[in-house]
């Protein structure tokens, strides 16, 4: 059935492939946070055993090694001892079982700083904050970026000399660097916008107009640090893509004919397009990476911020958890596009027809 | 020599060849008349620029002129040794399973593509935060360069390929030479300019990464780097108390190599390869 649908043959034969990343990515994280030798039972320990006598210190402890999961436990639930009465630790492989199985039931487990909390809880609360920084700043940076990349290609003269310049200057900047800038000139200095958080203190995240308004209030710093960044990185690349497009002899051909300008942009946009889409699934990574950062810059109530704090309080699985979440949202989000690029790009459509 | 008359002609890479070799002068030769222990409290917390401290003091009370240098000496030592190690495991992967092509190309460009999908900083935020002791900056160097290779093996690997069925790359086959041998002295000069824009490019990254990983707290122990500066200027609120020599200095250095070596690669770019001069 397959062989007669060659762009669903690309989608199924792209999703495989990303199993497979998916697999190797969660190996990862299950795995470079254990390279250390620090255990969340011990950080929670040196927190709650102050004032505890030796036997309850002990129960504690066991109930936290049976609560993430180092212990084996038998059937009711127990946990099981060696002959000298010490609980039997899981090996690392049994771990990483128990580990995917508690991935796929959506259960990261429970944070150690912020302790009886699940990190699931967590996430669920911080996502929509990065989700709503995130997926406008790259989605208009992209569209915008490319625009302003494919008329600086077709104008040349002034706009280019200006524009390139200063699209190279926007994309060396670390994302950082610029919001801290930011923060400085606008928040500080001048006082016209906010800096610290992502609503007024006295609101709590709920429908109305008033979160809103603060909301967007909040929302204009951040998202003007990580969306300045990305038009610059898209509009060197788009450039150079069109530059080579209007070399080409359809373009050439074109103005012979008299075609309109406008017509002649539009055919040359949609072909140097395709090659920035696949660029922008290879970016993504990258661009998700900085604007994480700015959010820990603006203290933003997202996923950036859920890191930083796990990191300086060594919370491993609400480390582990938030990373496991922006892979998969990255690999999803690539994914996207590969099948979006096989919908879209005529050559690859005719490679696979030829193929067949 | 022509190369290097083109080179000259372009203005960006005279303007970026001249910014980096300024920072790298003031990196090279600042320990020279500058003391560079940032360890020395020479002034009070948050003094303003004057005639004694032309950046003034951070939060420590040492010279921010002081702090600036060593900083930049450690940025630019992690792009180089992280630009170089992952230009080398890069180019390596890619000449390799360019020239071999078949099973081990296929396996070697699952695994680039596999990585270069999977954030690196993730990566690098995941594998610093278990080495909790030892984190100098020599091995977040390394750690960089081993996480960031992927996109310069994948650049490579296209260019391997295309030489390979060149007919000199036939003949050095037909004489004896081994896999290696060609690899190395056979199709390896044919890029060796691609392979010194990737290793520019690299570079930025390095330095980049290791400005975020210590903007996120997981810096080196053991040296003053500019991502580092910047970090301690936000965690001791030199932003609130409105002290900008605590910050913009070391952003605008960090800024100037990075923009230093895009522009560098840029004006590379546009003499390698002439469709773009125009």
Redesign the interface.
Known sequence: MLQNHPTLAHIVGRAG??L??FL??IT??FF?????D?NPVDTIMAKVSEGLDAASARAKEEAYLKEFNLVEVDGAGNVRRDARGKPVRTSLGRQFINYLGMCLRGDLGSSVLQHPKRVSEIIKAALPWTLALQLPTIVFGWLIGNGLGALAAYK?GVFDKLMY?LA??A????A??FG??L??VFG??LEWFP?VGGYDDGLTPELSLAFFRSASYYYVLPFSSVFLIVVGGQA?GMR?MC??EL?TDYVKYAKLLGIKESKILLYMFRNAMLPQLTGL??A???M???A??AE??FSYPGLGMA??TA??G?D?PL??GC?LL??VS??CA?FSVDVLVGFLDPRIRAARQAGK | MRLLRNLLKSPFFVLGMSLFVLTLLLALLGPLFLNLDVNNRAGLAYMAPSARHWLGTDHMGVDMISMLVAGLRSSLYVGFLAGSVATSVGTLVGLYGGYKGGVIDDVLTVGTNLFLVIPSLIVLILLSASIENGRSLTLIALIIGCTTWTWSARAVRAQAASLRNRDHVALARINGYGTLGIVIFHIMPYLLSYIFMVFILQMAAGILSEASLSMLGLGPYDSVSLGKILNEAKTNEALTDGAWWAFAPAMVLITTVVFSLYIINTSLEGVFNPRLRK
Do not use: D, E, H
């Open positions: 492939w990303y497979v990343t190797v990515a990862i994280n470079l946070p254990r390279l250390g620090a040349r310049p190279l200057l994309s060396a900047i670390p950082f660097c801290m800038l923060v400085y500080i200095r800096t060197i150079s530059i080579y070399g699934a290879l993504l990574g990258t998700v990476g900085g994480l950062i820990m810059i890191v930083l990191i300086q060594n491993y480390i582990s990373t922006v892979t990255v690999l690539n």
